[in-house]
């Protein structure tokens, strides 16, 4: 089962559906029917990214055309943004590699940007060596009408850094997945994710990690806020190898349902093989605390005014964990926009 | 000022509030005292607004405006402040921050101008000298983590900032050591005033030796079944509530 076999060969019977366990509540095959057309060039002028400039370096991959290979050397910071922009109701995939070599530092921004509806994929390779630091940041706004998964494979080095942030509004159905091999040997790595759906909007977010060596470190907040009838998938799985002793991996994932039509569904897994490990995890989803709520309005806040705040705080104590102070600026207005847009 | 009159109430079907009666002219502060379960909390709420309390017969008016037609924010721009019990915890919500939000809320629904974040940032340093909070905890989530002193004294602060014309006091002292009582006691009496009424909720007399209240009344099975002078304050603190719950 692959997306990008399925767009490339043009059958629908590649797409993974609710038979394969890791795709049960992201389920592509009983949704697609008949396979897209190949996408056409994107036509017509690019609007301006989302984080339109914060990185001296752009790369912009539409409709799947162009790619991406970046190699930040020892000693280089560097900013980049990369932006998988769709257009149209046509199939395409893209792929990017990127590598940031021992003491490099790189941030990357990221977006999906979309109009249309199409089936795109992206495929991402990314490297972190020893030393070096990553910070990715991902913005995805697609098209309520389109389908995006995006599978990213992460190599990290020992004394490496991964920090990422996934941020989402979902499209027609979405998913965002990150696998990450985990070396151990002081390597960090953060994994946090935010989705806001409405409407009829799908967000899968799905992390793989798997703790290889000694000492390693994972942390993962994710938190998602959904209503209408738009449903959000958390899968979170850290796998702890034999012998992959002293390693630390915290995962939460908290979500607000706001409507009774809305669904989400969690399920955060801890595969562990090794003896001496310090592993928690926590899940929570509800509404938000009628409490809370009356308490603000007591103070004259109304209703709907108390709502969005409680739940921008909700949500921020994710965005807060950003590293790149523009782009959590850009982060955090992005979520204010999502929340008061949608009253 | 307040003028509540035959107020019945009920949670969940369970009739509370029992034809309650209760009149506070402006400028004066008038205690409620009453046994556990008298309907106290219940009181707090329903002239409050909170969603569950269901007011089934009876009138509360604010200077002869209707009350209970109104949304709990609406009754807040009113100037109706409640001081909680229990104060809640808001977390990723800087105290700061919520504060300034519901001074501005309550402007906008009184069609006043917001004010500034210079000049909120001034008005709150004052405020929170006088009643000895560290600014640095107003930049911190809102009660969480706080101390029941701390809590309380926030309570405090928001009254001074947001300047309510009647608040209601439900059992202030709970959780307080003698210290944190005489700072909050001082806040409060620090907005008494002759256009400002006060509704005091105690269980205990204690409070009433710093808050001194200028009618006493006792709250028995929903309603009041006597009100006196702060004399009948000190008569409760040696007597008892028994001969009141009977009589309700």
């Given at each position: 089962m692959s997306v990008i076999a399925s767009i490339r060969a043009r059958d629908v019977a590649e797409l993974p559906g609710k038979r394969d366990e890791d795709w049960r509540w992201t389920d592509l095959r009983g949704l697609i029917r008949e396979a897209p057309e190949p996408s056409r060039p994107y036509s017509g002028d690019l609007p301006a990214g989302p984080f339109a400039g914060l990185a001296a370096e752009e790369v912009v991959i539409a409709n799947g055309e162009g790619g991406a290979h970046v190699d930040v050397l020892p000693a280089q910071?560097?900013?980049?943004?990369?932006?998988?922009?769709?257009?149209g109701d046509?199939?395409?995939?893209?792929?990017?590699?990127i590598a940031v070599e021992a003491g490099g530092t790189l941030v990357l921004l990221e977006s999906y940007e979309g109009q249309g509806?199409?089936?795109?994929?992206a495929g991402l390779a990314i490297s972190v060596g020893t030393g070096a630091t990553l910070e990715r940041i991902v913005l995805a706004d697609d098209?309520?009408?389109?389908?995006?998964?995006?599978?990213?494979?992460?190599?990290?080095?020992?004394?490496?850094?991964?920090?990422q942030t996934v941020l989402t509004s979902g499209a027609r159905r979405q998913r965002l997945e990150t696998h990450v091999r985990?070396?151990?040997?002081?390597?960090?790595?953060?994994?946090?994710?935010?989705y806001l759906l409405s409407g009829k909007r799908h967000a899968d977010l799905t992390t793989v990690v798997t703790h290889e060596g000694l000492d390693g470190a994972t942390t993962q907040l994710a938190k998602g806020v959904v209503r209408d009838q738009a449903r959000g998938v958390f899968q979170g799985r850290i796998v702890v190898a034999e012998g992959a002793d002293r390693t630390d991996a915290r995962m939460g994932h908290h979500a607000l349902i706001l409507s009774d039509r809305a669904e989400v569904d969690a399920k955060p897994e801890l595969e562990i093989y090794a003896d001496d490990v310090a592993c928690a995890h926590g899940n929570t989803v509800g509404a938000l605390d009628d409490e809370a709520l009356f308490y603000a309005r007591q103070r004259g806040i109304p209703e709907a005014e108390a709502r969005a705040l409680l739940t921008e705080a909700f949500v921020g104590e994710v965005i807060d964990r950003i590293g790149d102070e523009a782009a959590r600026d850009v982060a955090r207005a992005w979520v204010a926009g999502r929340l008061a847009g949608e009253g | 000022m307040l003028s509540v009159s035959n107020l019945h109430a009920a949670v969940d079907g369970k009739e509370i509030l029992k034809g309650l009666s209760l009149e506070v002219p402006a400028?004066?502060?008038?205690?409620?005292?009453?046994?556990?379960?008298?309907?106290?909390?219940?009181?707090?709420?329903?002239?409050?607004?909170?969603?569950?309390?269901?007011?089934?017969?009876?009138?509360?008016?604010?200077?002869?405006?209707?009350?209970?037609?109104l949304e709990p924010e609406e009754r807040a721009a009113k100037g109706v402040f409640?001081?909680?019990?229990?104060?809640?915890?808001?977390?990723?919500?800087?105290?700061?921050?919520?504060?300034?939000?519901?001074l501005n809320a309550q402007r906008r629904a009184r069609g006043e101008p917001e004010v500034t974040a210079p000049e909120f940032l001034k008005l709150v340093r004052a405020r929170a000298g006088e009643l000895k909070i560290d600014f640095d905890m107003l930049k911190r989530a809102l009660n969480v983590g706080f101390s029941g002193g701390e809590k309380k004294r926030m309570e405090i602060l928001q009254m001074a900032i947001l300047q309510p014309r009647f608040l209601i006091l439900d059992e202030t002292d709970s959780g307080l050591d003698i210290d944190a009582l005489k700072i909050v006691a001082d806040g409060v009496n620090a907005l008494r005033g002759p256009d400002r009424g006060m509704l005091v909720i105690t269980h205990y007399q204690r409070l009433l030796d710093y808050i001194k209240p200028d009618r006493v009344h006792v709250l028995a099975g929903g309603r009041i079944v006597a009100s006196g002078g702060p004399e009948l304050a000190l008569q409760l603190e040696r007597e008892g509530y028994d001969r009141y719950a009977r009589a309700a």
């Open positions: 910071t560097r900013r980049l943004a990369l932006r998988f922009v769709s257009q046509g199939g395409h995939a893209a792929r990017a590699s509806g199409y089936l795109g994929h098209s309520g009408d389109g389908v995006t998964v995006s599978q990213a494979e992460v190599h990290l080095e020992p004394g490496a850094r991964f920090v985990h070396p151990g040997g002081h390597a960090e790595l953060r994994l946090d994710g935010v | 400028g004066e502060v008038h205690a409620i005292m009453g046994p556990n379960g008298a309907g106290k909390s219940t009181l707090s709420y329903v002239l409050t607004g909170r969603d569950g309390y269901e007011v089934t017969e009876g009138s509360a008016t604010l200077d002869g405006e209707d009350l209970l037609s409640l001081s909680f019990q229990y104060p809640l915890e808001i977390p990723g919500v800087p105290a700061l921050t919520f504060v300034r939000t519901a």
